[in-house]
């Protein structure tokens, strides 16, 4: 392997005991580089992989002093295994396992009826957003905020309600051998957690940095004394703040490295990668790869199409199925049949257990709060999709799906494409701008807002995963943006 400067000095700073932060830029080789590291070592090591996939994936490349392993897994070794009676427990729905709590009635908050089920949900994700974080106890804090419930007193009432439950469901979750509450991985991995274990190894690698639960955080942290700490992952990537995550690279006490030759992609695609790159204020700025041939411009066939949200790639699906080709979606559909069957009980007058729309009691309630509500904007386009098609037909078309190994084209949404690659990609229209702001131009011509950094971070990995052809279709608006122009 002939090593690029950087990575050169990355081996350098890590070989002379240095805690490092790797920020590795989309195809650099960000795995191979911690494997070139731990290769050229006598000592032992961990890695602590995103998920199972990656980690069995790294195990196979790095050398055998190197225990790939997710933190879960360390932690079930630890002590989740005295857990696996209530690992192996049946589903039930939220609603059973609130009964069991306690939770039997109807509660008004403002102008919402809050059932049950709801409540239920709440509880239940207050304790999921506690074992993501990085405290000690559970707090207000972590009582989430509920669609339709979104203003401070309404959610402080919430918050009044769920705590109890929550705290008692935390007390059932204690015990291995029975509970009411389904035990799952989050919850052995914050016990675990809770008491400050020491991971005896002579180093310590972080993959995706950028996307870590703070739990995972602490735990890593806390090996500092003992360990030399190394995280790599890409700040410009770090998608999934929605759901815990937090990028805690720019925060870590070590030496600050980069990786910005990309392998996957040629010069002119790093350009436009660049661009997205400066929006978000990222640390780093790419290269590509000379020769390779990645070209800018439409693409008829793509391998993949890439939507911003799951009702876009809906639209995609339906619409490729009705030009009669073959169509995969990332992840499968089951987001999208469930979303189709929530819309359906709304129609038919029942109530949804779907977690979007678990508080609106009929289909024309939602409809008039994805209208009219400045927080229901992005329900709109599920909104539309239902009262076009209707649901049998969105039914219909999840249970058209293919493989991807026998698809003519795949289409995923950007969150679920992080991490892979195809040869040429098309950008799906629902990537759409920013509205106007009040101030106009000389012309008179109303002057668009500002690009959200998360925005310009899920266009950065939107485009980045093409090696060959790239067709920036729906993000075609940002070259007329006064923030669009490449640095």
Not at 171 to 187: C, E, I, N, T, Y
Not at 216 to 229: G, P, S, W
Request: with cysteine; aromatic share 6%; charged share 25%.
């Amino acid at each position: 392997m002939t090593l690029t400067d950087e990575q050169t000095t990355a081996a350098d700073r890590f070989h002379a005991g240095d805690h490092l932060t790797l920020q590795a830029g989309a195809g650099t080789g960000k795995t191979s580089t911690l494997a070139l590291l731990a290769h050229r070592t006598k000592r032992t090591g961990r890695y602590l992989a995103y998920n199972k996939a990656i980690a069995q994936d790294a195990a196979a490349r790095f050398p055998a002093t190197v225990t790939c392993k997710t933190a879960h897994a360390l932690a079930y070794a630890a002590i989740g295994h005295r857990y696996r009676t209530r690992l192996n427990g049946p589903r039930q729905p939220s609603w059973k396992t609130g009964q069991d709590l306690g939770i039997t009635k109807t509660i008004r908050i403002g102008d919402r009826d809050l059932s049950p089920r709801a409540l239920s949900y709440a509880t239940l994700r207050t304790i999921t957003r506690f074992c993501h974080s990085a405290d000690p106890a559970l707090a207000d804090h972590h009582v989430p905020r509920l669609r339709s419930l979104e203003n401070a007193d309404d959610h402080s009432q919430l918050t009044q309600i769920v705590m109890p439950f929550a705290r008692k469901a935390w007390a059932d979750l204690q015990h291995p051998m029975s509970g009411a509450v389904r035990f799952d991985h989050d919850h052995y991995l914050k016990i675990w957690a809770l008491t400050c274990p020491r991971i005896p190894t002579d180093f310590l690698l972080l993959d995706e940095a950028q996307d870590t639960n703070p739990v995972v955080e602490q735990i890593f942290n806390a090996q500092r004394d003992h360990a030399q700490l190394v995280m790599v992952g890409d700040s410009a990537q770090a998608i999934y703040q929605w759901r815990g995550a937090r990028d805690i690279m720019t925060t870590f006490r070590g030496t600050a490295l980069t990786l910005s030759k990309s392998f996957r992609f040629g010069p002119r695609l790093a350009t436009e990668a660049n661009r997205w790159l400066a929006i978000a204020d990222a640390p780093l700025r790419l290269a590509g790869t000379e020769t390779i041939p990645t070209t800018l411009g439409p693409v008829e066939q793509p391998d993949a199409i890439l939507c911003r949200t799951n009702v876009g790639a809906m639209h995609e699906v339906m619409h490729l199925l009705e030009a009669e080709l073959r169509v995969a979606l990332t992840g499968g559909g089951e987001s999208l049949r469930a979303l189709a069957r929530a819309a359906d009980d709304l129609r038919a007058g029942r109530r949804t257990s779907h977690p979007e729309l678990l508080l609106f009691p009929t289909w024309g309630d939602l409809q008039d709060y994805a209208g009219n509500d400045p927080a229901g904007g992005d329900l709109q386009p599920l909104v539309d999709l239902v009262d076009t098609h209707g649901t049998d037909a969105i039914l219909n078309a999840v249970h058209r799906l293919d493989s991807e190994d026998t698809a003519d084209v795949t289409v995923s949404t950007a969150h679920k494409a992080k991490g892979r690659q195809w040869g040429s990609i098309r950008i799906a229209a629902d990537f759409t701008p920013p509205r106007d702001s009040d101030e106009k131009d000389d012309k008179g011509r109303p002057i668009p807002g500002p690009i959200d950094e998360a925005e310009a971070r899920l266009a950065y990995v939107a485009v980045t995963r093409a090696r060959h052809q790239l067709d920036i279709g729906g993000l075609t608006w940002v070259n007329d943006h006064p923030d669009g122009s490449p640095t």
